[in-house]
């Protein structure tokens, strides 16, 4: 894997983000949705990090480039645009949380 950003940026959002998709991989022992793994993933970032994942949910949602619910529940591989996936992911897996606690 190769990281790339400011040694801040690396220690508050990157690693935390990696490392989790490392917990997931070795807890669920099969691939997670991408919208679940990568939405998950984010909430871990530092919080500069999430408040531009909502920023560009909002933009992305206004403009026309949001993915549909049913498709982004269905894919399996990433999409050529891959920003909305993680904005919109990162905005489910925060609604889940909040309303089920984390460990839910």
Same mark, same amino acid.
């Given at each position: 894997?190769?990281?790339?950003?400011? @040694?801040?940026?690396?220690?508050? =959002?990157?690693?935390?983000?990696?490392?989790?998709?490392?917990?997931?991989? =070795?807890? &669920?022992?099969?691939?997670?949705?991408?919208?679940?793994?990568?939405?998950?993933?984010?909430?871990? @970032?530092?919080?500069?990090?999430?408040?531009?994942?909502?920023?560009?949910?909002?933009? &992305?949602?206004?403009t026309g480039r949001g993915i549909a619910f049913p498709d982004m529940f269905a894919m399996r591989e990433y999409p050529a645009d891959v920003?909305?996936? $993680? =904005?919109?992911?990162?905005?489910?897996?925060? $609604?889940?949380? @909040?309303?089920?606690?984390?460990?839910?």
């Open positions: 894997m190769t990281i790339q950003g400011s @040694e801040e940026r690396i220690i508050d =959002s990157v690693l935390p983000h990696e490392i989790t998709h490392t917990i997931f991989a =070795s807890h &669920f022992r099969r691939p997670l949705p991408r919208w679940a793994d990568e939405g998950a993933c984010t909430t871990v @970032e530092h919080p500069v990090e999430r408040a531009r994942q909502h920023r560009m949910l909002i933009e &992305f949602l206004t920003l909305p996936l $993680y =904005s919109q992911g990162y905005s489910l897996a925060r $609604y889940l949380i @909040e309303r089920g606690g984390r460990h839910t």
